[in-house]
């Protein structure tokens, strides 16, 4: 692989010319100056942090210690105790988080389809489109996920429409349910899935579409056969973009949810952080998240992954 | 805007003329991870020359080319342009432009800043006026506020060849400038590009894998097989007498017979390949004894339906006709000689019944014609497999 | 007719769907004209009040601004190094790559409350107080693996014989950076520098995690949802949304403009 090869002494010679060699050094030295401000930030403020987070996890709470003191500590039990208490708040956050994905992919796939491919002769409609997509992200997500809470509230209009169709029991909720905590999910995360999809789509080649129809396929033959098939880099990238915050967040579930069967994980860390005051705890959850999230994406990447991601 | 139909003609414009520098390639290998590029090279190309490297794609022609250039550093060996030495020189301080094989225009700039980056890159005070010059000539000022994209392979060829031609540099590097191009420009542009060198006067190195465009605008070809040059010379000594199987087989085509030298007479050796008699004058062959491969371009054959009347200093061979293919201007026949293999010439399509597969027909042709290479060399090497 | 319902169907999916994106934006158009007191949460009227005196609730525009200087502050500082890292990525070998490479793509893979819970214990640890800087930092830190992503594919889209091009047409490495890599980057540096100043302004978890009491505009909101937010909130999400609409659709308009003069030349 390499420019060297073993002489008859069994020395190593290195059989590039001086030129090529300070060519290379002084490449690679580039490289390293173009790397390394950045490759600092990432390791003292996330590798080194993620490492800080670990070893927190294991720390003890001394007899008698006042709130929010700890101790550096081997402490695994820590892992158990909130695993024990918190695992249906884990297995309900990737739950939801799934179910949010699900439907972000089948809203978002035909709006991506839309503007990516139906549209593409029509250049300022697309713009528009493309535009409102985008849009949303610059009026506070945290505003957009109150405004449903406002919207489906119980004296609001569309619980009155429904209780009045019979569609929702008289004394029944839209908000402070699952439902609603999947809907804002699906909601703020649909962006995500759309513009992966879409910049995927918009490099389609639509004559393969064409070729297709020729062979004697139908349009949804075509479809699944040729158009899907084609995006799939598209969607995996959509699909983690939009599972991986989801499964973390908290906002959605704290605005639309409820204090009984809506409690994501995040909800838990952050409280257990800033209310309980329980650094190890909130630690250990936070680890385990990570731990499961990347468990999960690895599975995923290996039975569906491209290498075209990332 | 009729853009692709008819390519404009270059015309005569008042260039000062340069006469380009001397290039010399001593001893220049150039080593990859993984293979020898380019095998201990050497090059003498004299100033004003249009030469061309002609090879297979890996040949290693890409390879030599960037490494007069400065894109690549050669491992060893030495490169000089004009008498200096610039194998260390990097590529902006050589005075070499390259005309490339993508033409790799700059999409942001339009046509005319393309062309002016150059000059102004060397502080030109008259950058503009030059490029604008520059257009003229390649008959594209009409679309100098134009962008690449927006124009069509031919012309976007030619704004490449303005950029480099600009600066008037010592050597001008053409790599494969006309691959992307389809088979009338292509014509086109070489009649074009020959008729610029001769009027400029530099010295151009031209590269391509087309045998047929580098007889057609060289001066001097050089044929490269893995990384050497198997042959050099003026385009009809090399077609007329190949040195080597390979150069034989790509530069045209030549029908090859594997036999044994079986003694000299006036000037001829004779040589014996499986019970046929063969002759090739002493000076046309490479090797003198022993095994000896012996070869005849397909145009140099005659084919006879009768047995001609013997006549010394020719070769005669029979055999049976097993293919027939009208071309147009020629039908090109293949026969089956016993002992030796299949034959390949083509006769002009002057109204004369031509011989039909299966019947029995006599080849010969003037031994003058006939060249002697190495008895070690493959019958098959540098031919088109595709 | 079963084709043409297939023609149907997808324009009336994404049209539900775009609905449902807009339903809530449209939501907070209207209560910022609500004539609405204290709490913004019932339709009281109309006023133009709310648009006349936007900074008219406590600590709106205060947390507003933080929230634009944060942003601008980190979208520089990662839009900045993520593009080095990009360019030397694509562009040049050296040792560590790989482990590199995987340094970029775990805070991606990494749910915002783990990135905002592990800087927290950074910064306990560090003993640094919580605010203006440690938010900075972490919004740097997680904007820049999207901003490397998003250069890093412009990078390897473009041709390297561009750069070899203007080698050989007398740039130093230098002018060739300055006069050609650069400005073809242009496009996917100013996408990426967006992409990272909408993720820091919109940004809540990260910074509630890392910030004390410093206030910025999401985590205003959600404080005051509980006792109800104003209606100047909603003047400021409209007037950032249309903001955006009009930026990228003049964006749209000048490009479709120089496309077409192009052309008549």
Known sequence: MSNTVMTKKGKIADLRSRDEIKAERRKERTGVYLVVPGLLLLLLFFAVPVMVLLSMSLYARPEGASIGEFVPALEFRNYATVLGSYWPDLLRSFGFALIATVLALLIGYPMAYLVAVRLRQHGLLQGILLVLLIAPFFSSFILRTQAWKQILADEGFVAQTMKFLAILPADGHLTATPFAVVAGLTYNFLPFMVLPIYANLGRLDTRLLEASGDLYAGPMTSFFRVTLPLSAPGVFAGTLLTFIPAAGDYVNAALLGNNRNTTMIGQVIDSRFFKVIDYPGAAALSFVLMLSILVLVTIYIRRFGTKELM | ?386 | MKQKIGRWIIPAIAGLAFIYLLVPIAYIFVFSFNDAGRTNLEWRGFTLDNWQNPCGAPAVCESLVNSLQVGVVATIVSTALGTCIAIGLVRYKFRFRKLTDVLIILPLATPEVVLGASLLAQFLNLGWELGYTTIVIAHSVFCMSFVIVTVRARVSSLDPRLEEAAADLYSTPRAAFLKVTFPLLVPGIVAAALLSFAMSFDDFIITNFNSGTFQTFPKFIYVAATRGIPAQANVIGSAMFITALLVVVIGQVMAYRKRKRLEQV
């Open chain 2, 1 to 386: 805007m009729n853009t692709n139909t008819a390519e404009p003609s270059i015309k005569q414009v008042d260039l000062p003329r340069s006469d380009g520098a001397d290039l010399n390639l001593k001893g220049v290998t150039k080593r990859f991870a993984e293979f020898i590029a380019v095998k201990d090279l050497d090059l003498m190309v004299p100033s004003g020359t249009f030469f061309a490297l002609l090879g297979p794609s890996g040949c290693g022609k890409s390879t030599t080319l960037r490494m007069i250039a400065g894109l690549e550093a050669p491992s060893e060996g030495q490169i000089s342009i004009g008498g200096k030495d610039v194998t260390a020189l990097p590529s902006h301080q050589r005075e070499v432009n390259t005309v490339f094989q993508s033409y790799a225009l700059f999409p942001h700039m339009t046509v005319l800043e393309n062309v002016a980056f150059g000059l102004k890159r060397k502080k030109d005070k008259q950058a503009m006026e030059k490029a604008r010059a520059g257009l003229e000539m390649v008959e594209l000022a009409h679309l100098a506020n134009r962008r690449p994209e927006q124009l069509s392979g031919g012309q976007q060829q030619r704004v490449a060849l303005a950029r480099a031609l600009v600066n008037r540099p010592q050597v001008l590097l053409l790599d494969e400038p006309l691959g992307a191009l389809d088979m009338k420009l292509r014509r086109q542009m070489q009649m074009e590009l020959k008729s610029i060198q001769t009027e400029v006067g530099l010295t151009f190195i031209h590269v391509t894998h087309d045998q047929e465009e580098a007889m057609t605008m060289a001066d001097v070809v050089a044929v490269m097989n893995e990384g050497r040059i198997e042959q050099m010379g003026a385009p009809r000594d090399l077609y007329e007498l190949p040195k080597t199987a390979f150069v034989a087989n790509f530069l045209g085509k030549s029908n090859l017979m594997r036999g044994t030298v079986t003694g000299e007479r006036d000037g001829l050796l004779e040589v014996a390949a499986s019970g046929h008699k063969i002759v090739v004058a002493v000076d046309r062959a490479v090797q003198h004894e022993g095994e000896i491969v012996v070869g005849v371009r397909p145009e140099k054959l005659h084919l006879n339906r009768e047995a001609p009347a013997e006549a010394t200093g020719y070769n005669e061979l029979s055999g049976e006709v097993i293919d027939v293919s009208f071309t147009g201007t020629t039908t090109e026949y293949l026969i089956e000689v016993a002992g030796i293999g299949r034959i390949g010439t083509f006769a002009q399509n002057r109204g004369q019944q031509s011989a039909e597969v299966g019947e029995t027909v006599y080849l010969s042709w003037d031994s003058a014609h006939s060249f002697g290479l190495a008895g070690d060399e493959l019958v098959d090497a540098g031919v088109d497999k595709t």
